[in-house]
C-alpha cells in the first residue's frame, strides 16, 4: 500500500486523478493540500471534499487549504474556458459536511512526513508553491519523503502556456526551480508524455457499461466532467472526443513507475525571464547555477497500459 499526499489545483483532470488514487487498492490517501491555479485554493478545496464523499471509499481524507498565489505573490485569474466556473466543468457534486483543516498545507505536508516516517509520496498536480514553502520550513524533508511525483513540465515538446512552458511551472516557477534543485527523489510527468496520453469517446461508453455499481456516482460524473474537457480539447487542440491525460498519469506513475520509461536530468525552471517564464533549464546548458542533484524525467509511457490500468479501477477489477 503506497501512502499518498495529494497536492492539487482541483480541476477536471485533478479530479479524476483524485477518484482514480481514492479508488486504487494500492494507494490509501493520508489527504489532499490545495493550490491555486484551475481554480482558487478554496474552491478547489470545495471540490476536493466533495469527491471525496462522491467516492464513498470509506476512511477519512482530511483536505487542507494551501497557496492562493505564487511565492512573488502573483494572483492568477482561473482559466475557467478549460475547467468551468467552478473548475469542475460546472458539474454541481452534492455537497458534504467534512470542512478543511484549519493548518497551513506546508504544515500538513511536513506532519504527514514525519508522521509516516519516510513513507510519504508527495503526488502534485499543481503549482509547486505548497512543497516550496514546506521545504523553506524544512529544509530536510527531501530527506523525510520517499518520493516526489509531479505533473510538470515539457522538455522535447512544446508548452501549453507559452511556447516554452507548461501551466503547473509556468504558474510559480520560482517555487518550481527550488523544488527542482532540493534534492528530492522526484519524477517528473512532463506534456512529452501526458499529450501523448488520450482518454477518449469509446473509454467513456465502455465506463458507462462495465463499471461497478458501488462506482456509479463516479462514473457518472467523469462522464459530465471529461464532455466538457473533451469540449476544451475541440477548441483549442483540434481533438475530436477526446483529451490528453494529464494528472492522472501522474498518480498511475507513483503507484506503478514501471508504466514510464525516464531520463536522469538536472533540472531548474526560469524564472528571470519573463519571455522564457516556466521553461524547464537543464543539463546545465541554461542553468546559472551548476546543480548536481538529478530527477527522473518521465520519457515514455505506455498509453494502453495506463488507460486501462485507470479505467479498471473503476470497473472493480
Ligand atoms: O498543464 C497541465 C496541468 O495544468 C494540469 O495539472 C492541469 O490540471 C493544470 O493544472
Ligand atoms: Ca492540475
Given at each position: 500500500m503506497r501512502r499518498i499526499i495529494i497536492d492539487a489545483d482541483t480541476g477536471i483532470d485533478d479530479s479524476i486523478a483524485i477518484l482514480y488514487a481514492l479508488t486504487s487498492e494500492n494507494l490509501h490517501v493520508e489527504g489532499i493540500t490545495t493550490c491555486f491555479g484551475n481554480s482558487g485554493a478554496g474552491q478547489s478545496a470545495e471540490n476536493s471534499i466533495r469527491l471525496i464523499k462522491l467516492s464513498a471509499c470509506g476512511y477519512d481524507v482530511p483536505v487542507v487549504m494551501g497557496a492562493e498565489?505564487?511565492?512573488?505573490?502573483e494572483y492568477q485569474s482561473a482559466p475557467k474556458h478549460i475547467h468551468g466556473e467552478n473548475g469542475i466543468g460546472n458539474v454541481e457534486l452534492p455537497e458534504s459536511e467534512q470542512k478543511p483543516l484549519d493548518m497551513a498545507a506546508e504544515d500538513f505536508i511536513i506532519k504527514k512526513a514525519d508522521e509516516l516516517d519516510g513513507e510519504l509520496i508527495l503526488v502534485t498536480t499543481g503549482r509547486l508553491t505548497n512543497l516550496a514553502k514546506a521545504l523553506m520550513k524544512e529544509p530536510k524533508l527531501p530527506c523525510k519523503i520517499k518520493k516526489v511525483v509531479s505533473m510538470g513540465g515539457c522538455l522535447d515538446t512544446h508548452g501549453n502556456?507559452?511556447?516554452?512552458?507548461?501551466a503547473n511551472i509556468y504558474g510559480d516557477p520560482r517555487a518550481a526551480d527550488m523544488v527542482l534543485r532540493a534534492g528530492f527523489n522526484m519524477i517528473l510527468v512532463g506534456l512529452d508524455v501526458t499529450t501523448k496520453t488520450f482518454i477518449t469517446a469509446k473509454e467513456l461508453s465502455d465506463l458507462d457499461a462495465y463499471c461497478a455499481e458501488k462506482n456509479r456516482p463516479m462514473a457518472d460524473y467523469m462522464q459530465k466532467a471529461l464532455k466538457h474537457y473533451f469540449g476544451f480539447h475541440s477548441l483549442t487542440?483540434?481533438?475530436?472526443g477526446c483529451c490528453f491525460v494529464h494528472d492522472p498519469l501522474a498518480v498511475l506513475i507513483a503507484e506503478d513507475a514501471s508504466l514510464g520509461e525516464y531520463k536522469m536530468l538536472s533540472l531548474g525552471a526560469e524564472y528571470k525571464s519573463e519571455d522564457f517564464r516556466g521553461m524547464l533549464l537543464r543539463d546545465?546548458?541554461?542553468?546559472?547555477t551548476i546543480t548536481h542533484h538529478e530527477v527522473a524525467v518521465c520519457?515514455?509511457?505506455?498509453p494502453a497500459r495506463a488507460i486501462r490500468r485507470l479505467f479498471g479501477a473503476f470497473q472493480g477489477k
Open positions: 498565489c505564487s511565492l512573488e505573490g502556456v507559452t511556447p516554452y512552458a507548461e487542440e483540434g481533438m475530436t546545465g546548458r541554461y542553468q546559472s520519457t515514455r509511457v505506455d
